[in-house]
T-cell receptor
């Protein structure tokens, strides 16, 4: 079956431009995570969805970052008025079952964002 | 102090060498993950473990819960093993097993 997919794979934006990054999790996966990975560093948590509910957005770095998952499947991470420090790889991951049980996360290939 | 630390940060090995990457953590966990990331690629989960030892092919992962330490071993290393290896833990602080990642270890295996 298909894994987690993300689009676009690469995005170049001019500073101040809005961008939208899409994540298609594995069908039926309840949990969805967004991470930001700066060059040479490990991923850092941005936000978590359980179905359509955004239960934790504590990792979003500013109010320019917004994420949604309106129907509990596809998710979009939107960054408004992009800044150079937003340049990073944005990773999406999904888990198949309810939280509190041991199950690995399945990662997408990431979207590499470069803000000029 | 980072909640998940790894050593070494960078590692170069000759093909065939036995490789060890170490991970230590300071938070309560429900599970520990070892992940592999190739340049330009996504992340692949290698292991998830909460106790003892797991083996998959040439890869072995161990964890010592009391010492809050885990190791990833690669036997008979091969150039295709060249990648970044990331240790991550599922924290018990949240109800949804929030994952905290280490900084990664960049491995280069030379033919």
């Amino acid at each position: 079956g298909a894994g987690v997919s993300q689009s676009p794979r690469y995005k170049v934006a001019k500073r101040g431009q809005d961008v939208a990054l899409r994540c298609d999790p594995i069908s039926g996966h309840v949990s969805l995570f967004w991470y930001q990975q700066a060059l040479g560093q490990g991923p850092e948590f941005l936000t978590y969805f359980q179905n359509e509910a955004q239960l934790d957005k504590s990792g979003l770095p500013s109010d320019r970052f917004f994420a949604e998952r309106p129907e509990g499947s596809v998710s979009t991470l939107k960054i408004q008025r992009t800044q150079q420090e937003d340049s990073a790889v944005y990773l999406c991951a999904s888990r198949p079952i309810q939280p509190g049980t041991q199950e690995t996360q399945y990662f997408g290939p990431g979207t590499r964002l470069l803000v000029l | 102090k980072n909640e998940v630390e790894q050593s070494p940060q960078n590692l170069t090995a000759q093909e065939g060498e036995f490789i060890t990457i170490n991970c230590s953590y300071s938070v309560g966990i429900s599970a520990l993950h070892w992940l592999q990331q190739h340049p330009g690629g996504g992340i692949v989960s290698l292991f998830m473990l909460s106790s003892g030892k797991k083996k998959h092919g040439r890869l072995i992962a161990t964890i010592n819960i009391q010492e809050k330490h885990s190791s990833l071993h690669i036997t008979a290393s091969h150039p295709r093993d060249s990648a970044v290896y990331i240790c991550a833990v599922s924290s018990v602080k949240t109800s949804y097993d929030k994952v905290i990642f280490g900084p990664g270890t960049s491995l280069s295996v030379i033919p």
